[in-house]
């Protein structure tokens, strides 16, 4: 059973810094893709960040050069480091990874999620 688990969320204020992880667990062949989504109170869910397994970064325009994906290949984790924090960027976080199983077979996985409230 192939588990992600999200850790760092919390309240913090305008131009402050969180850091969030996501950790994969389970029996797997390998760790493709990993990314970070959020969903604003009352919005669709967005892209954040994605990172390939050789670290080619994307992130999107909201957060560039303020937010920075990277991840460690031998403990499975992504880390999304974020830094002048605004209200804007208050959501519930989720990470996301695309496993293989096996050489052949892939699945997309996604974590519980993880709240980020910006707010003095």
């Known amino acids: 059973q192939v588990q992600l688990v999200e850790s760092g969320g919390g309240l913090v204020q305008p131009g402050g810094s969180l850091r969030l992880s996501c950790a994969a667990s389970g029996s797997f062949f390998s760790i493709v893709d990993m990314g970070w989504y959020r969903q604003p109170p009352g919005k669709q869910r967005e892209l954040v960040a994605t990172i390939s397994r050789g670290d080619n970064t994307n992130y999107a325009d909201s957060v560039k050069g303020r937010f920075t994906l990277s991840r460690d290949n031998g403990k499975n984790t992504a880390y999304l480091q974020m830094n002048s924090l605004k209200p804007d960027d208050t959501a519930v976080y989720y990470c996301?990874?695309?496993?293989?199983?096996?050489?052949?077979?892939?699945?997309?996985?996604w974590g519980q999620g993880t709240q980020v409230t910006v707010s003095s």
């Open positions: 996301k990874a695309r496993i293989y199983s096996n050489v052949y077979f892939s699945t997309d996985y």
